[in-house]
């Protein structure tokens, strides 16, 4: 995906600070001096290249997960539970974890220069995010998608949650999700 809008970065960005001037040091050691220019302007109504988010991303998953194996659903999950515990409480108040995934969907334009999405029912428990026109989605926003779903249903109160990333078709990029 070519561009990417800035609101992950604002979000992490937040979070690297309050780890303290020593951990956004490492950060700015980490990232690429055009990422580290980005950085230091950063700003929610911007948009940047999905290769500086990635170089973001990476380098704040060193710090914010470190060891973590799969760091971008790592990032994923930690930016769907500052997000979803501030600005989007209100697709909470919704009763079903399908309807949630389903009003979600909605926000892909919030995040994404590129693309739609939607869902697809596959079953009591078990819903499909769809995105679609959006070839260039790149492996990192990929997983920290798949983070992203499985907190929001997390937070519904769905038990043992599985988010599996379906890759084979890039006008329909699909993430099953099945839970308790």
Request: proline share 3%.
């Amino acid at each position: 995906m070519k561009n990417v809008k800035t609101i992950n970065l604002v979000v992490l960005k937040s979070l690297i600070k309050k780890k303290g001037p020593h951990a956004e040091s490492i950060l700015v050691k980490n990232i690429s001096s055009s990422s580290r220019e980005i950085y230091e302007n950063l700003s929610g109504l911007t948009k940047v290249s999905s290769l500086v988010e990635e170089d973001i991303f990476n380098a704040a998953a060193d710090i914010l997960c470190p060891g973590e194996p799969d760091k971008f659903v790592a990032i994923g999950r930690i930016l769907a539970k500052e997000n979803m515990s501030t600005i989007l409480k209100i697709f909470l108040l919704i009763p079903s974890a399908k309807m949630v995934i389903k009003s979600a969907a909605i926000l892909w334009k919030t995040f994404y220069e590129e693309g739609n999405a939607g869902t697809t029912d596959e079953g009591e428990k078990t819903v499909t995010l769809v995105a679609k026109n959006c070839p260039n989605l790149v492996k990192y926003q990929m997983e920290s998608t798949a983070g992203y779903v499985e907190v929001i249903l997390k937070m519904t109160g769905a038990k043992n949650v599985t988010v599996t990333f379906v890759g084979t078709d890039p006008n329909a990029w699909k993430w099953i999700a099945k839970w308790d």
